[in-house]
């Protein structure tokens, strides 16, 4: 039962819809929160403040360009379809009246909104849920937050050092306290959770550069694919 939450932060800080680096504890956020609405703020702080796990990872960069990794970055929807259609990941995201809606595949579902989008950071705030067989459903609120630098490449093309951070709060203190019980083993799967969602940004942004017409027509032949979106996407990839 104890892996099985553990298993919840993967849901709740997976959201983008994501490699070897460095693991420790999240430190609270700071800078990219002040510019919010009192009322979020304090919503926000309350998971960090609070959380029953945390981990913040500096993951292995890789090279891209910047417009388009940004792009992504802004449009969850559109890189989950993409990542979807590479096989690099199984979750998927849409657009629903509460936001837009995560399910990642392994029994983890929930609502998320970008509430902080600025140079450098994009910082969400989820709630979510994961359901097993053997458990009743393990409910909960997130927040990630993503930090990138970007160095000089070759090609007009920018090194991606990504820092993926989360928070997670459970809503039953009683699952909190086994929580902290396994604390490492939950501490490890939030890194490995922060880690994959890095590694598929790196993934996807690999694919594009090797292939880009070919990536555009995986997505072209999916018809829930927004196609506002696609097309703006077709043209930044064509504008090299």
């Known amino acids: 039962m104890l892996q099985r939450v553990g298993r919840v932060p993967v849901a709740l800080v997976a959201l983008a819809v994501a490699s070897?680096?460095?693991?420790?504890?999240?430190?609270?956020?700071?800078?990219?929160?002040?510019?919010?609405?009192?009322?979020?703020?304090?919503?926000?702080?309350?998971?960090?403040?609070?959380?029953?796990?945390?981990?913040?990872?500096?993951?292995?960069?890789?090279?891209a360009r910047p417009e388009v990794f940004e792009f992504l970055l802004d449009h969850p929807e559109l890189a989950a379809h993409l990542a979807r259609a590479l096989r690099v990941a199984?979750?998927?995201?849409?657009?629903?009246?509460?936001?837009?809606?995560?399910?990642?595949?392994?029994?983890?579902?929930?609502?998320?909104?970008?509430?902080?989008?600025?140079?450098?950071?994009?910082?969400?705030?989820?709630?979510?849920?994961?359901?097993?067989a053997w458990l009743p459903p393990i409910r909960g609120q997130a927040v990630a937050m993503i930090e990138y630098r970007l160095e000089p490449a070759e090609g007009g093309r920018r090194l991606v050092r990504p820092i993926v951070s989360g928070y997670v709060r459970l809503d039953s203190r009683f699952l909190a306290g086994l929580l902290k019980v396994a604390s490492a083993a939950a501490q490890r799967k939030a890194d490995l959770e922060a880690h994959r969602l890095a590694k598929?940004?790196?993934?996807?942004?690999?694919?594009?550069?090797?292939?880009?017409?070919?990536?555009?027509?995986?997505?072209?032949?999916?018809?829930?694919?927004?196609?506002?979106?696609?097309?703006?996407?077709?043209?930044?990839?064509?504008?090299?």
């Open 20 to 63: 070897l680096g460095v693991a420790a504890a999240a430190p609270p956020l700071a800078a990219p929160i002040q510019s919010l609405p009192e009322s979020q703020r304090r919503h926000v702080e309350a998971i960090t403040g609070a959380a029953d796990v945390s981990t913040r990872v500096e993951a292995r960069a890789f090279v």
């Open 200 to 240: 598929v940004f790196a993934k996807v942004s690999r694919e594009l550069e090797e292939d880009p017409a070919g990536a555009l027509d995986l997505l072209r032949r999916n018809p829930d694919v927004p196609r506002e979106e696609l097309e703006a996407f077709a043209r930044l990839l064509s504008a090299r």
């Open 90 to 132: 199984r979750y998927r995201i849409w657009r629903t009246s509460e936001g837009l809606a995560l399910d990642d595949g392994w029994g983890a579902r929930g609502h998320f909104r970008v509430v902080h989008a600025g140079e450098g950071a994009r910082v969400m705030l989820a709630r979510g849920q994961y359901d097993h």
